[in-house]
């Protein structure tokens, strides 16, 4: 019991010192003169360098680097499905194959693909005797042999023929056969033995789902072609930073020469994270990167009023209040700051500084040190 009761005691009294430090801390920095004198032979002498506070460029504006992933446009992929129950062939192209729009890419088997031919062929050969009939009921009708009703009605029939002749060259056409294959269909008279299905864009093969031999079905994925002229950056930002990039916005991908362009901001954020994702549109060659490949982009922070940027080399901290160090006349005057943003080597403040004067930038650690000991010369 006495060794618990020395513990609780021992905690209490860092508790107490804790306290106590951090109030005198406190109670000092209020109570320490803003200014101080500083001969000019030891501003020299101390390696003390100023500069005059002015309007930043976007080359030195302060910026944040965040992670992005090189994607491709939802509109610039293609997956090419099995638009009939069937066997596969052959495989005319390979992953990474760059290919044409109408470049052959897969051969399937299929008993469903020469039975809509069949009635492709019936619906042609029903079409030529319609509009023969047409034709021949138009002739007795001028020669007053018959009623225009028959006139009519062959000619009805003969619409109808046609409308059938091409819906059968639409389901064809939907199962992939060009219309080059089908006129030859027409014109032989003789089914094809195999469905090639063709690229419909030009792109790059991206993945390879099936296998020769494999039975497949309707829609069933066979493989992807993707265009890789367009590509985009998605970049994840904290959501309490997402606002300050808006559409338009110029970013720089780091160690390779390009630029991208703010498209739009995600309207949702990632529960886990707590990220909100940005798309950007990859400017200049687009084979430096690579879809999938994660990069990390810089993002100019945005300029505020009464905002100025300086080294990070400028500030000194008490505490958590940071200060700068503005020259005067007998010396310097350390004035609280803000640090409203911060990347790199560079730092944005806001506070009581205007344009024109002279902030220290080196030699800080040697200032606040002489602003400390006036305070307890004092």
């Known amino acids: 019991m006495r060794i618990f009761h020395s513990g609780v005691q021992a905690r209490l009294a860092v508790c107490v010192i804790v306290a106590l430090f951090a109030w005198t801390s406190r109670a000092q920095s209020a109570d320490r003169p803003a200014k101080f004198a500083v001969a000019p032979g030891q501003v020299q002498a101390l390696g003390i360098q100023s500069v005059p506070l002015q309007m930043q460029s976007q080359a030195d504006a302060v910026r944040s680097s965040y992670p992005a992933q090189v994607v491709i446009p939802s509109n610039a992929e ?19 194959d760059a290919v044409r729009a109408g470049s052959p890419l897969v051969r399937i088997a299929s008993a469903e693909f020469g039975q809509q ?5 019936q619906a042609r050969t029903r079409a030529i005797l319609a509009a023969q009939a047409s034709q021949r009921e138009q002739a007795l009708f001028a020669e007053g042999l018959i009623a225009l009703r028959r006139v009519q009605e062959a000619q009805a029939n003969s619409m109808d023929a046609e409308a059938a002749l091409m819906q059968a060259k639409a389901a064809l056409r939907l199962m992939g056969m060009s219309f080059a294959s089908i006129d030859q269909v027409l014109a032989s008279g003789s089914p094809q033995d195999s469905l090639v299905l063709t690229a419909a864009q030009a792109g790059v093969v991206t993945d390879m789902a099936v296998k020769p031999g494999q039975r497949v079905d309707p829609s069933t994925a066979l493989l992807h072609l993707a265009q890789t002229s367009t590509l985009w950056l998605e970049v ?11 559409p338009g916005t110029k970013l720089n991908v780091l160690g390779r020469s ?7 901001r995600s309207p949702m954020v990632e529960s886990a994270s707590q990220m909100v994702t940005l798309r950007a549109l990859v400017q200049g060659k687009v084979s430096l990167v690579r ?8 993002l100019p922070t945005v300029a505020t009023t009464g905002a100025w940027e ?34 790199g080597q560079r730092v944005r403040i806001q506070g ?10 080196s030699g800080v650690v040697a200032l606040k040190g002489a ?8």
């Open 310 to 343: 300086l080294p990070l080399s400028a500030i000194a901290h008490d505490g958590k209040q940071a200060y700068v160090f503005v020259r005067t006349a007998e010396g310097f005057e350390a004035r609280a700051v803000q640090v409203s943003a911060s990347a």
């Open 352 to 361: 009581p500084v205007k344009a024109g004067e002279q902030v220290a930038v």
């Open 78 to 96: 293609q997956v090419i499905a099995s638009p009939v129950n069937g066997v596969i062939l052959q495989l005319l192209v390979q992953t990474n």
């Open 236 to 246: 994840q930002v904290p959501v309490a930073e997402s606002a300050l990039w808006l």
């Open 371 to 378: 602003w400390i000991n006036q305070k307890v010369a004092e």
């Open 291 to 298: 879809p999938g490949e994660v990069l990390s982009v810089d």
């Open 258 to 264: 390009l630029t991208a362009q703010i498209l739009s």
């Open 117 to 121: 031919q069949l009635q492709l062929l």
